[in-house]
């Protein structure tokens, strides 16, 4: 879908309600300050900040200010993962014990470690809240040996900041790399996300406490989660999250490969069993609102709330920065404002028609209505390839195919993903099976 352009975003009326929602938004939950950042496509397209980065300096926030930005960081750690499964480096259906041996959860798979569904306690067993300072590698290995499971693996969604600290030390045994390092090398550097840091940097904006009882705040300290902080160590701009979001949504295959995004959203787990309206992917909340399902993050550490959330089917995507650690829903709010965006989208241009290439001799005797249990299927040759529809509901029971050698067709995308077409030229004509049901030229 189309989205205004830089020059039309900022001449209509977007900025300004933005910049009014996020005022409202501050003032209403009292935080310091808060950064909103609209984009499409990697490029920011409104921007509204209000307050102070730093109250006792009375320096305001900005767009280029830096936020800690927590969880957020744990799609970072979750694309390097599916990096290293695209790659054959790491299996994410292979239990733990096959990198860690010898660990008492060693049976879980690393998938789960990625969904939230393994059903490890939600904490390493530190002290980590109170001396605001994580375990080195050797300490946390220590404590794996004080574990405990909480549910079965698979059983139910249980949010677990030790799965994705036990995950960074995976990607440690299998490349020989600290994990933030490799995340830097791999994904921040050729992305040029330059504002985006393992430490605070010089911008870095101050995290609060809010007072209960007066207008007040109350500055946190700064926390070093060490061997954990694959999971919530980073800080970032608005800036930087719009062009990351834009990855996540499949916007940059040459860092990210569409296969690997699309693991990441695809459902793992379901969150909200009761309404269906939050579920959790490969490293991405799954969030569905009215038609739409958006996909993201949120962070949470001390002094920071943060919300990245997008919308893949318009390519829009929010980011929401605050430097309190309570005080904003920045999910409901990046969800309010994705919406707000959404609305101001000009209609899908139509495009001319123009003939796709010519289509293969052999694929032309494939083309056309085919029957299959009372339903009639048509195969047809576009630009990028074999499709096949149901006449019956030729939305929902589209497929795509990629030819993977003489007489086999592999559905790629769509209805019975995976299944393969078979073709087979006989005297008599051409038979076709698909998912091992027979196809005929009439119905039968």
Known sequence: MLVLNREEFMDSDFQAALSARVVEAQSTARVPSLTVGVG?????LAAASVGYADVENSIPATGESSYRIGSITKTFTAALALLLVERGELILDSPVGRYLPGTPFSHLPVRMLLSHSSGLQREAPSDMWQSMHGPSRTELRDMFERTELVGAPGERWHYSNLGYA?????????TSQPCDALITETLLNPLGLNQTSWAPPPNAVVGYRLDPHIDAVHREPVMDQAAIGVGGQMWSTSGDLLRWGHVLGGGDATVLPL??????HTLQVMVDTVGWTRGWGLGLILERRHDRIAAGHTG?????QSALMLDR????TVVVLSNATRGIRAADLALEILEMAAAVQQPTPVLPWSPAPPCPEHIQPILGSWWSEADEVVFRWER???YASLLSD????????VEEGPGRFRAVEGRLQGELLEVDRKPSGIEMRWATYPLTRTPR
Do not use: C, N, S, W
């Open 40 to 44: 499409a496509r990697g490029v920011q």
């Open 166 to 174: 036990v995950l960074g030390q995976i990607i440690e045994e299998v």
């Open 259 to 264: 296969t690997v995004v699309k693991k990441m």
């Open 300 to 304: 949470a550490m001390p002094g920071f």
């Open 313 to 316: 089917a318009t390519e829009l």
């Open 384 to 386: 990028d390839g074999l």
């Open 394 to 401: 030729p939305v929902a029971g589209g497929t795509h195919f």
